[in-house]
């Protein structure tokens, strides 16, 4: 039980990762701030979901 909370919290980071990174370019078009959200991650989606 505790590897598979493992493997589902890496994917969980890695995807809001992406998530908020993908968000970030379409909205903003900087690389920049796609690397600034992605290490923001969740927190950026919420927001962008929350605001837009």
Known sequence: M???TKKVTKSGIT???CLAMVISFTTWHSVGWAIIHGLLSWVYVIYYILRY
Request: no cysteine; hydrophobic share 15%.
């Open 2 to 4: 505790k590897e598979n």
């Open 15 to 17: 995807f809001g990762s």
